[in-house]
């Protein structure tokens, strides 16, 4: 018999994470977070290399963009 705890969450069955559309490309396809960090490791580094996150620096005002589109660089707040 199941035990009725054993129901997955929704972060568990979500298919992919959530990105939000290019306001100028109109998809999602390009879209990367900008990631705010005081240590910036080797592996962070690496990921930047490779176009998965872009490194927006230490400090994160309220304006600050959560997003970056590669194709039309783009840098906006969602």
């Known amino acids: 018999m199941s035990d009725i705890f054993d129901i997955p969450s929704r972060k568990q069955t979500r298919r992919k994470p959530f990105r939000p ?7 999602n396809r390009y879209i990367i977070p900008v990631l705010y960090s005081i240590e910036i490791t080797d592996e962070l580094l690496e990921k930047e290399q490779n176009k998965e996150i872009i490194l927006g620096g230490n400090a994160r005002s309220q304006d600050a963009p959560n997003w970056y589109c590669t194709k039309c660089e783009g840098l906006f707040l969602r």
Do not use: A, M
């Not at 559309?21 to 998809?27: I, K, L």
């Open 21 to 27: 559309r290019c306001r100028n490309c109109r998809t």
